[in-house]
């Protein structure tokens, strides 16, 4: 099977949006599942899917410059064929018909948040979206999640929106008005903290999405453990979704720097070595066995 660059566009200064054609993947992979794109022998990343087109057999993936490898995907030309695509990879989100849902995204979650909003839809939910951004022209996706949710408030720090301040800030709003039965945020750790402890004081059923860096994507690598309901679980295998009320985001926090510490590597670096970085992350981050 032949994985093909079928289109790309940049969008929002520092993403590309990317359609690679796996038919094979598209037509498996449920919302809140991620493929895993080798560019080459040796280089991988793993990418959270915006948009499945089962039927043309496309996925629509979102890379960001932040991400050196991300950014060598981004930089392909179109026709490109990629040395492997894995994937479905990962747990899909439960999707059920609750009632009224709230889905809360900033950055690029944003683009990760849009097909489990669809899906809800398409089950007779009622979705309410709440998407922030520093500025408008920081919003990703903005189009397509207006079509997609039954509401939107989009909220914007400068005030360059219809709503001057947090994503949480409006989401505050929305829960002492709505009588929200389910809640989905994906994007930074505060926010998801910040959305899952209101949620827990009104006890809503809250899911999280966590964006740790990934290198094998199979659970051997360990790199991607996350501590969730006072154990160490691997998000490749388990998540990367996961109940917010059971996410321990302290530790969270730690790992996600961990990572920040390895991009800088990755950008300093000219030739990135996931083994060297995977090691390096375990010696200053070990895994925790003796507390599962
Ligand atoms: S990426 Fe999950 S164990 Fe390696």
Known sequence: ??????????????????????????????????????????ASVSLIVAEIDSLRGVLTVIAQDADPLA????NLPINYVLHAVLGPLGVPVRIEKKGMVVCIATGIGIGRILPI??????????????IGARTKTELLLEVQMRIACN????????????CRGLATDAFKRIIGEESIQSVFAIGSVDMMEEVSLLTKEKNIDTQVMVDVSMIDCVGLCGACRVRVRNRNVLACIEGPAFNGHQVDFTD??????????????????????????????LTKYPLDIKKN
């Open 1 to 42: 099977m032949h994985y093909k660059i079928v289109n790309k566009q940049s969008f929002a200064g520092r993403f590309k949006r990317i359609n690679i054609h796996c038919p094979d993947i598209a037509t498996k992979l449920q919302p809140g599942q991620f493929i895993k794109v080798s560019l080459w022998q040796g």
């Open 71 to 74: 950014q060598q995907l981004g």
């Open 117 to 130: 909003v669809r899906a809800l839809k398409q089950v007779g939910n009622k979705v309410i979206g709440i």
């Open 151 to 162: 509401k939107i408030i989009v909220a914007t720090e400068d005030g360059s929106s219809e």
């Open 252 to 281: 969270l926090r730690i790992r996600m720097n961990a990572f920040k510490e390895r991009d800088r590597w990755g950008n300093l670096k000219s030739s990135f070595n996931p083994r060297e970085n995977a090691l390096e992350i």
